[in-house]
């Protein structure tokens, strides 16, 4: 993996690296070669990893301006909730087979008592549920969650797209997109910034 290796398609990586510069605090909750990439265009990067192998792979490779933050599934067995069942490859339970907040409770809040982002990137686990704490660690009015793999372009082995991210909509106001790589603002004007 280098900074060269594209961690997304290249139009949806210009499009949230258009929202970046080196005065950016950004939290991302999913760790991987994005981490590599932003670690070197922002002041400060907050990144939540669940798998402790990668955790502990990508770690040497950070900068001093990364805090790298391990918080691992409080359901050892989320994923069998979602495994396939059968030959057919039917699933149990497609509904949050990223994992809901009760399965990452630890990784989803991990972040509170890290500061205030201008920029929260959703490319984990329990994505619907990181959006919803993200609004809470948002420094102002200006700064905005970005949600990958999210609308109908997404491609999905068992559903047309994760219609069960669409409860961001009640909570977050679609500002714009690219492909999967969503752009949002808080909806709640009773978010308190500081």
């Not at 080196?22 to 939290?27: G, Y």
């Not at 009760?102 to 509170?112: A, H, L, R």
Request: aromatic share 14%.
């Amino acid at each position: 993996m280098s900074e060269n290796e594209f961690w997304t398609d290249p139009s949806e990586q210009e499009f949230l690296m258009s929202y970046v510069n080196s005065e950016t605090d950004l939290l991302e909750y999913g760790s991987g070669s994005s981490t590599l990439v932003l670690q070197d265009k922002v002041k400060k990067l907050v990144s939540v990893e669940h798998h402790e192998g990668w955790y502990n792979e990508l770690k040497p490779k950070l900068n001093a301006n990364v805090l790298y933050i391990y918080a691992p599934p409080d359901n050892s067995d989320w994923e069998n909730q979602y495994s396939i069942v059968n030959n057919d490859s039917i699933r149990k339970n497609t509904a949050g087979d990223d994992g809901t907040f009760e399965d990452f409770n630890t990784y989803v809040m991990s972040p509170n008592g890290w500061g205030k982002f201008d920029i929260v990137f959703v490319d984990g686990r329990a994505r619907a549920a990181c959006a919803w704490f993200a609004t809470s660690l948002l420094k102002d009015e200006n700064s905005r969650i970005f949600i990958h793999d999210f609308g109908p372009e997404t491609k999905h082995p068992h559903l047309p797209y994760r219609t069960y991210y669409d409860i961001v909509n009640n909570f977050l106001e679609e500002e714009d997109h690219v492909k999967t790589m969503y752009c949002f603002k808080a909806k709640n004007e009773n978010i308190i910034y500081s």
